[in-house]
């Protein structure tokens, strides 16, 4: 049997292809929309995807289960097989395999057209000699499969399980999300029981059964998910606080109690993967553009003068683009053009990305390069963000400040600690905390005023602006994101704490922690 595990460190996910070297067949586990790498493992193996699966309606990327499919049957029609990773002819295209469980509520709305088959609890999925078997798991979704994989060439019994966001190493998935961030009232606390007796399965099955999660340390999945790639059921069921927690009220508080904010965009992936999530055919490849058309995309976010804007803003005079711009914080901080809003492209950019830019607008980037740009424009069509337009060189920032009588771009200043605790002391400053709920809890400046960054927009009132606004978060990378959000908002000079919280603990500076 061949395993092989794919991991995407900007989503903190996982998929997973199963082969049969005797047939030559494989299946493929909750892929997302990078299905190049799928087809290039399977022809190096030379395997051919025959079977696509995933565990659950995922939140956090966009399913690329669809685009694989798609991807095996333009394969399978190009006798030569040039032009496809996989270099070879398929016989034909992978039949796509999907849960039915979870009640009509919990459906895949395509999947009638799509041809899928649906899967129940016991249903086995055979690829060659393996038996993949479908276990219901509810609890983090109501339709969530895990899957029993048994090696029919040598054994009887399942040497491991794809758990999916049922059970990470060290955590398990987490049960509210349906009600934060689908806005499903009233399921958390009945997702949390569900859960707990899909645990009890899981604690039946042999403890030398290897656990293969769909996330690892990062994801917004679980609160406390272990970097390392694998484990055992019987380890889990020792050191896993989920797994060994047997007493349903105590786990029930437990799961629920400190798990972070969910990213907004968690409800748009949940509608995208279950009404059916488009077929790109690739990544886009947006276009070098010039000054001019910077010029009209600008007055489409409403840079400029005050009637700037009338003809490229949407309706009701919203805001028709976004323009990212994805060079480094430092290089944003030392000048920008006002109305762009600062996201790096690091392995955080589709995190930010999907809690800051909106789903129903135009984005168009500024980066370094075009390797830049490839990266951010992958990482952004992983969360659905399809709709890039067009990209710009760094020097397209200079460029616009000299084209015109009385530009100037926008700064952003920075402080220490050192310079900011006798502000504090003094209540000079409004102390903005961009942290997570639990980092804040677990310890925070005096009188600090905590708004995540995701949530700056929605909460933008509540931002005194009768003092200087210092923000920060552990440490700088956030508050960096999060001082360009602001002066988007219209909030002017906002300063950025270098080192975040944790060099201004460092330095023994006054903390308060919540009780």
């Not at 685009?67 to 097989?81: P, Y």
């Not at 272990?226 to 484990?231: D, H, L, N, Q, Y």
């Not at 840079?303 to 028709?320: E, L």
């Amino acid at each position: 049997m061949f395993l092989k595990r794919f991991y995407d460190d900007g989503l903190a996910q996982a998929s997973w292809m199963i082969g049969c070297a005797v047939t030559g067949e494989a299946l493929v586990v909750d892929p997302n929309r990078d299905v190049e790498q799928y087809l290039a493992a399977a022809a190096a193996e030379k395997l051919r995807i025959t079977h696509v699966t995933e565990t659950h309606i995922h939140a956090d990327f966009v399913s690329g289960a669809r685009e694989l499919v798609r991807a095996t049957a333009e394969t399978a029609g190009n006798a030569s097989g040039v032009g496809t990773a996989a270099g070879k002819k398929q016989a034909s295209s992978a039949k796509l395999y999907l849960s039915a469980e979870g009640g009509a509520d919990w459906q895949y709305a395509f999947a009638k057209s799509d041809g899928v088959t649906l899967l129940h609890d016991g249903d086995v999925i055979q690829v060659g000699n393996i038996r993949v078997q479908a276990m219901h798991t509810p609890g983090h979704t109501p339709e969530h499969l895990s899957f029993l994989v048994t090696d029919g060439a040598v054994a009887n019994t399942p040497m491991g399980i794809i758990t999916g966001d049922f059970v990470f190493v060290g955590d398990v998935g987490r049960p509210d999300l349906l009600e934060k961030a689908a806005k499903v009232a009233n399921t958390m606390e009945a997702g949390a029981r569900t859960l707990f007796k899909s645990l009890e399965r899981f604690r039946a099955l042999d403890d030398w059964v290897q656990v293969w999660p769909g996330h690892g340390a990062g994801s917004a999945c679980g609160k406390s998910l272990g970097a390392v790639p694998t484990s055992t059921v019987g380890y889990e069921k020792r050191f896993n606080w989920g797994v060994g927690t047997t007493d349903e009220a105590t786990f029930v508080s437990m799961v629920l109690a400190g798990q972070p904010e969910p990213p907004a965009y968690f409800a748009e992936m949940k509608r995208i993967n279950r009404d059916g999530p488009r077929v790109l055919g690739g990544f886009p490849k947006p276009k070098r553009a010039d000054l001019a058309s910077f010029e009209r995309a600008l007055e489409g976010v409403g840079v400029g003068s005050p009637t700037a804007g009338a003809s490229a803003r949407g309706p009701n005079n919203k805001a028709s683009v976004t323009i990212v711009d994805t060079r480094t914080a430092d290089e944003f901080a030392k000048g920008h053009v006002p109305g762009t809003i600062n996201i790096p492209v690091n392995k955080s950019l589709s995190t930010w990305a999907g809690w800051l830019v909106p789903y129903d607008v135009d984005i168009q980037l500024i980066a370094d390069d075009e390797k830049s740009i490839e990266r951010a424009v992958r990482e952004l069509t992983m969360i659905g963000l399809d709709r890039v337009t067009a990209w710009y060189p760094g020097a397209i920032v200079n460029e616009w400040a000299a084209s015109a009588k009385g530009r100037t771009l926008g700064t952003i200043a920075k402080t220490d600690s050192a310079a900011l605790a006798p502000r504090v002391a003094a209540g000079e400053v409004t102390v903005l905390d961009v942290r997570n709920r639990s980092e804040f809890e677990a310890g925070h400046l005096p009188g600090a005023l905590h708004i995540p960054v995701g949530y700056l927009e929605e909460r933008l009132a509540e931002i005194p602006r009768d003092k200087p606004i210092v923000l920060h978060c552990q440490g700088g990378g956030r508050s960096a994101i999060a001082a360009s959000v602001l002066q988007k908002l219209g909030i002017k000079n906002p300063t950025d704490l270098r080192g975040g919280y944790g060099a201004w603990e460092k330095a023994g500076h006054p903390t308060k922690r919540e009780k």
